[in-house]
């Protein structure tokens, strides 16, 4: 009896200190070692908590003209508006101007929708989206996108949707479109939406 509970009570010491020192060594293995904590540092704090705005965000901004700007959407902001210049590239060519709309907050998925508005400038217009990591085409017609909404006229509006099954980050490219004489540009703004 003795020897049983003398056996319970080091083997209750015994496993937290063995524990200790196995983390210690680990520790020590992986070049940690602890630093002793001052009370006169502060500690560091989070930054508030990010208040909805009424406004939706716009496209975050590239740090090239090559490359795309990002609109992000969530499902506390799912929409976003942004603006752009397209220029028409000429018969059988593409030229877009991309921009990347991210999704991945819509995990089980959702219908995105572009209202586009094309200015009043020389080229009519043409616009694709094309799922996350297909290669942009640069000729002939655009086989890979999932949405298209093709020769909309100067000064003019139109819409085009598409219902996802998982969120992703989609290219969405405008650009003038074929019967335009190439070079020529126009301007456009858009809202994106995900419901």
Known sequence: ????????????????????????????????????????????????????????PTAVPSASPDEPRTLVLTRSQPSASA???????????QKYTLFLVDTRDFQNGGTITFEITLGTGESDASFDL?????????????????????????????TMSYTFAAGQVFQFGASGNWFSPEGT?????FTVTVK
């Open 185 to 189: 540009t126009n301007t456009f703004t």
């Open 130 to 158: 094309f799922p996350e990591g297909v290669p942009i085409p640069t000729e002939g017609r655009a086989l890979d996108s999932v949405a298209t909404l093709y020769d909309l006229p100067r000064g003019s509006s139109g």
């Open 83 to 93: 603006e752009g210049e397209l220029v028409a590239p000429g018969r059988e060519k």
């Open 1 to 56: 009896m003795f020897w049983r509970n003398f056996r319970k009570r080091m083997t209750g010491l015994l496993v937290p200190v063995f524990a200790g020192v196995t983390l210690i060594l680990s520790g020590i293995a992986c070049g940690f070692s602890p630093q002793p904590v001052s009370t006169d540092t502060p500690m560091p704090t989070s930054p508030p908590p990010a208040t909805p705005t009424s406004e939706p």
